[in-house]
């Protein structure tokens, strides 16, 4: 998390401004979003004769959702559709672009502003291109891995938008000049 903050000095996650009950928020983060990624992803691996993923996977990730650091409703809400996703993508690779649902609920978690979502737009053109590109189930490791890396690109630039948008809203008293 390091590198995102000295990327964008004066810039403080939404979330990381939330009381938190339990935990810490960079242990929250990481542990809620390796748990989200490792759900879908060992979700994936279930097919006709091994059905234990889709239990575990699923767990996982309902797990993952919930303990990230954000509003409590942003976490409920975000759940049943990413987790829904999840099952769409053992259809394969022609359902990449279905990778918008968890995308979405991941900015309405992280408490991105409404001009961060223009952000999703790589996320839709990918899946369109994933579909035909891989073709069948037996190309959806490389689908997975390509599609991972489009929206954690994604990721950092709602939150650069969401830095510049914090900026341009600071006042000069908040700023500390005057």
Known sequence: ???????????REPARRLPLRWGGYETRLAGGLILIV???????????????PLFTGALAQVIGWWI??????????????????????????QWMWSLVVPYLCW?????????????????????IVAAAVFGPY???????????????VSAAGARGIAAIKRKSQVTPVESGTE
Do not use: C, D, K
């Open 1 to 11: 998390m390091a590198p995102f903050r000295a990327a964008s000095p004066g810039f």
């Open 38 to 52: 490792t759900g879908a992803v060992h979700l994936q691996a279930a097919n006709a004769e091994v059905n234990f």
């Open 68 to 93: 990230l650091p954000a509003g409590g409703w942003r976490r409920v809400l975000a759940t049943g559709p990413a987790l829904i996703q999840s099952y769409a993508m053992l259809a394969g690779p």
């Open 107 to 127: 900015l309405l978690v992280r408490h991105r502003p409404l001009l961060a979502y223009v952000t999703v737009l790589p996320v839709v053109a990918y899946g």
């Open 138 to 152: 037996s190309g959806m490791p490389l689908a997975l891995a390509a599609g991972a890396a489009v929206l954690a």
